[in-house]
């Protein structure tokens, strides 16, 4: 009988304190990290379509593999504090955890392998034989309005779990309302009142996790 149950987690200020695209414009400068820093604030907050943003931000900055890389160590350094106790308890309990990001693949995988979670649905960014950014991956649902629910039921279809949660800070994270049993809502980096008030359950540590996830089963 088939008892798994699926731990979806948002990667930036949810897994990590940081915001990778930003991250990667403050390398820029001032001017195009505070352009981008404005724009991903805008979707994070459900003020503007991911579509409008998401090409925009990664033209501005022309992302490098080398600097994917470093932004790879900074979401490592950057942790949140209670992320590994939280995952030893929800393993514990039966739960498998999946990033599900808006982030992209190649920065969020050395985080995803310090964890030991196996799969990251992510974006994929392209580069030519030079390193040069050349777009991203148009398989990629969560570069997307609503791509994170389309994972979702991707997921529910693939491994038909008993039940499936979603944990974020943002409102794409509580937009899968209803492709999910339960959305939590996460405020350790960043509160978001329309996140805070919408989630089935909120949370400001992921210690906190294991004990709302046991009043699920």
């Known amino acids: 009988m088939n008892l798994r149950k699926l731990l979806l987690l948002d990667c930036d200020s949810t897994l990590s304190a940081i915001e990778g695209v930003d991250e990667l414009a403050r390398l820029r400068g001032k001017a195009t990290f505070e352009a981008v ?3 991903t604030r805008a979707a994070m907050e459900g003020g503007a379509a991911m579509e409008e943003i998401f090409s925009r931000r990664l033209e501005l900055i022309q ?3 080398a600097e994917l890389e470093t932004i790879g160590a900074l979401y490592i350094t950057h942790i949140e ?4 106790e939280m995952l030893r308890e929800v393993r514990a309990a039966g739960w498998t955890p999946i990033i599900v990001s808006g982030g992209f693949t190649q920065a969020i995988r050395p985080l995803a392998d310090h964890l030991e979670i196996t799969r990251v ?7 030519n034989n030079s390193g040069k950014y050349c777009g991203f991956s148009p398989d990629c649902p ?3 309005s609503r ?3 389309e994972v979702a039921r991707r997921l529910k279809r693939e491994l038909s779990p008993v039940k499936t949660v979603m944990v974020g800070d943002g409102a794409s ?3 899968v309302q209803g492709d999910v049993d339960v959305v939590i809502g996460f405020g350790g980096y960043a509160v978001r009142e329309k996140v805070k008030n919408g989630a089935d359950a909120f949370v400001t540590k992921l210690a906190e996790l294991p004990a709302v996830l046991q009043h699920l089963n």
């Open 147 to 149: 791509g994170k629910n």
């Open 173 to 175: 994270d509580l937009e």
């Open 81 to 84: 504090p209670t992320a590994s």
């Open 37 to 39: 820093e404005s724009m």
């Open 121 to 127: 649905e992510a974006v994929t960014l392209t580069f």
């Open 142 to 144: 969560t570069a997307q």
């Open 63 to 65: 992302p490098t593999v």
